[in-house]
């Protein structure tokens, strides 16, 4: 039996639900393309710089990054640097296009057109709010987009009011209303 590669999975928050969600489908196709995985997931998102030199292992084939889980410029320059310098294939996770690394991400501007066409079609509703992401996060530019398009395509128009940037969390809906 030859030698099962490793990867390494960098992330922030590993302990909320959504980021949780992300690293179980990350293992369970790690797990069918016979991969090991290795977590590296700092407690803050600030701190602990040198847990990153951990992707230098010898032992670490691959890396597969989170970048858009560190809400931090300088981290995310850090982690970028010490990836690149590690010279092993990294994969962003869901963000746009990087001049070093290679980028898969979901359709969120798809996605929330046909979810905000849903609303319209089906349901009759036009007063419709779009809480989003961190603002310049690629997934919240693109579900703002794809809510903003299927309004127009609809005829109604958006005041601001009606479409906030939040967190991707429930919490930060409390402030819209």
């Known amino acids: 039996m030859g030698k099962r590669l490793l990867l390494a999975v960098i992330i922030a928050d590993s302990h909320i639900e959504f980021q949780s969600e992300i690293l179980r489908g990350v293992i369970s196709q790690s797990f069918r393309a016979n991969c090991d995985t290795a977590l590296i997931a700092p407690m803050h998102k600030n701190s602990e710089k040198q847990l990153f030199y951990l992707l230098f292992s010898s032992r670490i084939d691959g890396i597969i990054y989170a970048r858009n889980s560190f809400t931090t410029e300088a981290i995310r320059v850090h982690i970028d640097d010490i990836c690149k310098q590690s010279g092993k294939p990294v994969m962003l996770l869901d963000s746009d296009e990087h001049k070093n ?4 991400s979901v359709d969120d501007c798809e996605a929330f057109e ?19 992401g961190p603002k310049n996060i690629f997934s919240a530019e693109q579900r703002l987009q794809g809510y903003l398009h299927s309004m127009k395509k609809h005829g109604i128009t958006v005041p601001k009011s009606w479409w906030e940037y939040g967190d991707f969390w429930q919490a930060a809906a409390s402030d819209m209303t």
């Open 114 to 132: 046909i979810i905000t066409d849903h609303l319209i079609d089906v349901h009759g509703h036009k007063k419709i709010y779009c809480l989003t």
């Open 101 to 104: 690394f290679e980028t898969t």
